[in-house]
DNA sequence: CCTAAAATATTATCCTATAACAGTTTCGAA
DNA sequence: TTCGAAACTGTTATAGGATAATATTTTAGG
């Protein structure tokens, strides 16, 4: 494992203590451990490989569970779900933002997140001629990353 | 029904029946029906609210009678998934394209596609930085209609 | 200490999607 | 014109993803 993704998940789970005190929730076991599955892995993982990982560290863990941990870590902005894989990963952000880009290479699964403060000016037009108001979004590209098209 | 959504529709399949003729692929019933429900709806649909209607016009129909009809008009371009909704909706491009935009309303669950040939400067730039090569992408927009808004 | 709120445990079930295989339709070549 | 391969559908069963409902536990604060 490189040390970059050892000290982003260290910083991951720092963050995640220090914004629970600070917002009074409670660091419980099943939310610590499926952050700490989801943080460490350099996939993303679905609610049940993430049940099976939580199994080996508290007993007999069932999925709601394991839902109720996402659903929490989601909602804080420390995971991200990618829709088209059913799957979830850590926020690489380091901060709470209204949309999501990923690259998802389709070859050996990797993600690839990148930040955006705003949407870019063509879709950001696209809803205005529409009078729609975005409150979020959500960006999927798949194709091949570096190392899988070097092959 | 508005009049242009009538027309779209009947363009639907009309642009379905010349493609299928001209590609030499069969518009069977189970095929032809279900575009023609996806097409009309103003909504997304769910696979199973698909396979509700299609139970009136054919006798007893199964999942994956309309899975396979669902396969089939996404890979040529006909329908788009929604992955947040786990729904389908009717393309509205007209024509296959590499990327898909929508801005989904929250409220009344109206779904907008919007058109882009090409990803948006930042984000090429973004894929361009990481030697990523995409192949094709989805964004889902949410937020709030014109229309629910002014309530 | 006691209690209300927050969070978890447990059971059951729903929703979405596909695997596997048998049967049917279609079209072109012999 | 029929026969055989390919395309397509029918049917059964089940995999995979997510949540409803209710009981129980944990925790912070009065």
């Known amino acids: 494992m490189l040390a970059g993704q050892m000290n982003m998940n260290a910083n991951v789970l720092k963050q995640a203590q220090s914004y629970c005190e600070e917002h009074k929730y409670r660091l419980t076991q099943p939310r610590l451990q499926v952050l700490k599955i989801i943080g460490t892995s350099t996939k993303p993982l679905g609610a049940y490989d993430i049940l099976e990982e939580l199994g080996k ?26 829709e088209s894989l059913n ?51 959500n960006l999927e590209i798949h194709g091949v990353c570096a190392a899988c098209d070097s092959y």
Not at 57 to 82: C, D, L, M, S
Not at 115 to 135: G, I, Q, V, Y
């Open 57 to 82: 560290v508290i007993a007999n863990p069932k999925p709601p569970t394991v839902y109720r941990a996402i659903e929490f870590w989601q909602q804080h902005g420390f995971i991200h779900r990618i």
């Open 87 to 137: 799957a979830y990963v850590a926020c690489e952000a380091g901060h709470q933002h209204k949309g999501s880009q990923f690259m998802i290479c389709d070859d050996c699964g990797a993600v690839i997140e990148t930040h955006l403060c705003e949407l870019p000016k063509p879709l950001k037009d696209s809803t205005a001629k529409n009078t729609f108001t975005p409150s979020r979004w």
